[in-house]
């Protein structure tokens, strides 16, 4: 039988650096699950990425106690601000323009992002990408 969901927590956390302190140890224990547990197998599965860049994670709460988490691929935004070569985006978008990207860095982000993308089509998920570029003050050469 099919374990009862008590419900989904949604993090952002650095590759490889998951610790019991906030926002990871307050939002799982409010759940009644595991902290040092998510954060072993967290660490575990992400040994291999880049140290520090930031992974989206879903994890399951069961009513049990237990748990299962699935991640994702970093934002969007962390990959247009390491091809620009920022730290940050613009303050002002639309009024500043921080950085530049290529269209050919834009479809390489995509190929990066597109099992997490909400679409197939490769020229759609361009425009959502470079949707994200304009709204960080970044722009995109040859769109």
């Keep these: 039988m099919a374990k009862k969901v008590a419900g989904y ?9 998951a610790n019991p302190s906030p926002p990871i140890g307050p939002a799982l224990g409010q759940a009644g699950l595991n902290i040092m547990e998510f954060c072993k197998a967290f660490n575990a599965e992400t ?5 520090g860049i930031p992974i989206p994670c879903v994890i ?6 237990t748990f299962s ?5 970093p934002p969007a935004s962390y990959y ?17 323009v921080v950085g530049t990207v290529t269209m050919d860095q834009v479809r390489e982000i995509v190929e990066l992002k597109k099992v997490d993308l909400n679409t ?7 425009k959502m990408i470079i949707g994200s570029a304009r709204s960080m ?4 050469e040859g769109a």
């Design 60 to 65: 399951t709460a069961y009513a049990d106690r």
């Design 47 to 51: 040994q291999n990425l880049e140290p």
């Design 80 to 96: 247009l601000k390491k091809f620009a070569g920022l730290p940050k985006a613009a303050n002002e978008p639309g009024k500043e």
């Design 69 to 73: 988490f699935e991640t994702k691929t």
């Design 120 to 126: 197939t089509d490769v020229d759609q998920a361009c």
């Design 137 to 140: 003050g970044i722009e995109v």
């Design 9 to 17: 927590i949604k993090l952002q956390v650095p590759a490889g650096q």
